[in-house]
């Protein structure tokens, strides 16, 4: 059986609108402006600390924790719901389930928002698993850690069976470290040459496109 682990920001839902209200609510409990929204943009996909630290230079473990609890508490209640399905996404998940494979999703967002993200629009119908960070973005943040556990929780034992599809980097970079095949997807956060740069495996550009891909498992 062929495994598929979505990535959620960017390649299941545009969740632009509600990630960059709360990173705003961020950096306001840390009394620093935040960049412009071209910037915001970047730090959907990544872990929040690598994003902070890449992105603006921020390092200092207090005042991640205080952005962090900014950032959560406009997420937890208005951040989650600014958030939509792409189009032809609910029928890519039930085609491919229809056809035998395994749906799973690996993300870097905390637990108890995917989860809440998953069964709001009604992704836990079609998954055998949901991956994604520890609720403290501490622990199992990473990307590859993240897919890691997922395919452990699913006891995945031959990485070529399996397929990790996402919109930025660290999605492709997760999926390398764990030799999983890798699809990047040009409709959400990342650029086309972020993720050549990355080398996955294949890139697509709609999401009609990544349902034939999935299908023909030719990559």
């Known amino acids: 059986m062929k495994t598929i682990f979505f990535d959620l920001d960017g390649t299941l839902t545009n969740s632009k609108k509600g990630i960059i209200n709360a990173l705003k609510q961020g950096f306001s409990k840390i009394q620093q402006p935040a960049p412009a929204d071209s910037v915001l943009q970047l730090f959907i996909g990544p872990a929040l600390t690598d994003s902070l630290k890449q992105q603006v230079g921020i390092t200092d473990p207090a005042i991640i924790k205080t952005f962090i609890a900014g950032f959560h508490a406009y997420y937890s209640d208005k951040g989650w719901a600014e958030n939509e399905v792409y189009p032809g996404i609910m029928t890519l998940l039930k085609t491919l389930k229809a056809a035998d494979y395994q749906l799973a999703i690996a993300t870097a967002k905390p637990e108890s928002f995917a989860k809440r993200i998953s069964a709001h629009f009604g992704f836990d119908a079609y998954l055998a698993e949901l991956a994604a960070a520890t609720d403290d973005e501490i622990t199992r943040t990473q990307k590859a850690d993240v897919l890691a556990y997922g395919m452990t929780q699913l006891n995945l034992t031959n990485p070529e069976d399996v397929a990790m599809v996402g919109d930025r980097n660290s999605d492709i970079h997760g999926g390398q470290v764990n030799a999983t095949k890798t699809v990047g997807v040009l409709y959400g956060f990342g650029s086309e040459t ?15 496109e990544l349902q034939q891909v999935l299908l023909d498992w030719r990559f």
């Open 194 to 208: 972020e993720l050549t740069q990355a080398g996955a495996d294949i890139l697509v550009p709609t999401v009609a």
